[in-house]
């Protein structure tokens, strides 16, 4: 017990198939409070299919998913979000008929369940951290692509989470900026947030991460010391797949 | 703090003027039974009434999604409250007219818990089977005259009040007072957090879900209070008839059809639009009426072209061209010069 206490999300035996692709295959992990673990494996691996699961937009057919103790297994997407979980799109799904600042307050609003002055407070002060500040008042559906990535990190961080699942943010960044979502996220991760981080540019992810798990074919296949997985053959190969894609 | 120098405003200078506007026509339309005639307030209280279920239609169907057909149930449904709730209670048709309100609310219960599990153009379709289902229900009512429906009796009008005069009056000032209660409604429940919320499923339900909205309760509450508002409605439009039947309370045509074209073709998805189509929409009824099915194939033409030239209607253009909202629901961050308070 006092060891679930510790733990802010455990996956016990998750299995979830389409058919005959299998995007989770008795997947099981433990995520610590404050932890940040990284997650990499070739496209197609079930990597945010795992998400899915883990916040509750698919549910698997059988497993358990354990959130701070607690099995969440047949909880929905939206009571997750009220307890603390937040993500990010890898594929970007703003309100598109909303600003940025409004779909800020979404997140502020109904997932962290803040209330007039102190959610626009919030709102604004994560608006600047991730520099959307001077697009504010500009429609989500008018936006780049990457400023629609950073709109992910934000609605996520105004969620104020306790766990923060980010799905392949730092594609498509410039090396400045890069360095700049790092430090951002290395700062999230010192205020005791727990992070789960999907990542295909691999030197950002070992940045912060503490711990490195592979997928593939919804399988874990490695885990542990981020240096050390990266060393290892298995790793190699998929990786130097993936290095093509990404 | 750095974000101090950054405030939040929910208002603008369009959105003040368009207040100061809004009173004085509304202190003039308050007083339309000193200056307009019979026939000029009997049409103006259809138009207020046409603009609440335009603005209730729009609230489910614009932002929850619930692209509904059968409406015509709550407004036959309210017709029938009113004339049951008089008739055979002896309700005051005022007190019948909340009363339709409230049982308008508890039959939508049952019908969304049915409904609410058929999606897109299956949910659409089963919001007519259930009109349908209504329509016939009541004309097996042989008290209320079945098939071929009922007069409100003498004595029930004449309580309203005792000259006709002054019932015409009362009978405007409650169509004006439904239709602003209607939009009131409608405006600050979408300036609320759950208007917030049902705003962010009107874009996207994945991301609205993910960021801890129940999208299945928003839903259901918009349906549940759309459905109370639209009975309230339906009752004030038959006391406004006098008569009612089972083919003109559950009109497909009047009280669905019509409020479709007014949404869309003033811009489904906000406020202004159902004002500005119901405008439209009796404008283009009063002009051309006289032509008869010339008519409804000119509003017909009307909704094509607009939907093809402009998808948001006729205020999505004016709001895309001018940045100008009428009813800010939304936040605009302003950069403060000095220091904020």
Redesign the interface.
């Known amino acids: 017990m006092s060891a679930e206490a510790e733990m802010i999300l455990q996956l016990e035996n998750v299995q979830k198939a389409f058919g005959a692709v299998v995007v989770a295959d008795a997947l099981s992990y433990e995520v610590q409070k404050g932890e940040a673990l990284g997650v990499i494996g070739p496209n197609g691996a079930g990597k945010t299919s795992m998400f899915n699961l883990i916040t509750g937009t698919l549910r698997p057919d059988s497993g358990r998913v354990l959130y701070d103790g607690n099995d969440v297994t047949q909880q929905s997407a939206a009571r997750r979000s009220q307890s603390g979980m937040a993500r990010s799109f890898q594929v970007p799904q703003p309100f598109s008929g909303m600003t940025v600042f409004e779909n800020a307050m979404v997140a502020a609003t109904q997932s962290a369940g803040l209330r007039g002055r102190s959610a626009e407070e919030t709102c604004l002060e994560v608006i600047e951290q991730t520099e959307l500040m001077s697009k504010a008042n500009t429609l989500a559906g008018k936006l780049t692509l990457l400023d629609r990535k950073r709109l992910e990190l934000t609605r996520a961080l105004c969620a104020r989470p306790q766990l923060l699942l980010l799905d392949e943010i730092a594609g498509g960044l410039t090396e400045a900026e890069c360095a700049a979502l790092v430090k951002t996220i290395k700062n999230i991760h010192a205020s005791g947030v727990s992070i789960i981080w999907i990542e295909h540019v691999v030197h950002a992810l070992l940045a912060v991460v503490d711990r490195l798990i592979v997928i593939d074919f919804g399988k874990k296949i490695a885990e542990g010391e981020p240096h050390a997985i990266m060393q290892t053959p298995e790793v190699q190969e998929i990786y130097l797949g993936i290095e093509v894609d990404a | 703090?750095?974000?101090s120098q950054?405030s939040?405003s929910r208002s603008s200078n369009a959105a003040r003027m368009a207040t100061v506007f809004g009173v004085i026509a509304l202190i003039i339309l308050i007083a339309a039974p000193y200056w307009a005639g019979r026939a000029d307030m009997r049409l103006m209280s259809e138009l207020f009434l046409y603009l609440a279920l335009a603005s209730l239609w729009n609230l489910m169907a614009g932002y929850a999604g619930l692209v509904s057909v059968g409406q015509q149930a709550y407004v036959g449904f309210g017709g029938y409250m009113l004339f049951a709730a008089t008739i055979f209670l002896g309700l005051h048709p005022m007190a019948a007219v909340a009363a339709a309100a409230l049982l308008g609310a508890l039959i939508a219960v049952p019908v969304a818990l049915l409904i609410f599990r058929l999606r897109g153009a299956y949910f659409a379709i089963g919001t007519w089977v259930m009109a349908e289902v209504f329509r016939l229900s009541f004309s097996q009512i042989s008290a209320l005259g079945g098939g071929s429906g009922t007069s409100l009796p003498v004595g029930i009008v004449r309580s309203i009040a005792a000259s006709r005069q002054s019932r015409e009056a009362i009978s405007y000032w409650l169509a004006l007072g439904a239709a602003i209660i209607v939009v009131l409604a409608v405006y600050l429940f979408l300036r609320s957090?759950r208007g917030?919320?049902l705003?962010?499923i009107?874009?996207?339900e994945?991301?609205?879900?993910?960021?801890?909205?129940?999208?299945w309760r928003t839903k259901f509450l918009v349906y549940i209070v759309t459905a109370a508002l639209t009975a309230m409605t339906g009752a004030l439009i038959f006391l406004q008839k006098l008569r009612i039947s089972p083919d003109a309370a559950f009109s497909v045509n009047d009280w669905t059809a019509f409020v479709i074209f007014i949404v869309v073709i003033g811009g489904i998805?906000t406020v202004e639009g159902p004002i500005i189509g119901t405008l439209i929409f009796f404008a283009l009824r009063e002009t051309l009426a006289d032509l008869g099915t010339i008519y409804l194939m000119v509003l017909g033409a009307v909704a094509i072209i607009v939907m093809l030239k402009a998808p948001k209607g006729l205020w999505g253009l004016i709001r895309d061209r001018f940045d100008l909202q009428l009813f800010p629901l939304?936040?605009?961050?302003k950069k403060d010069d000095k220091e904020g308070t």
């Open positions: 703090m750095t974000t950054y939040v957090r917030l919320a705003t962010a009107r874009d996207n994945l991301a609205a879900q993910s960021l801890g909205i129940d999208i998805g939304g936040y605009r961050v």
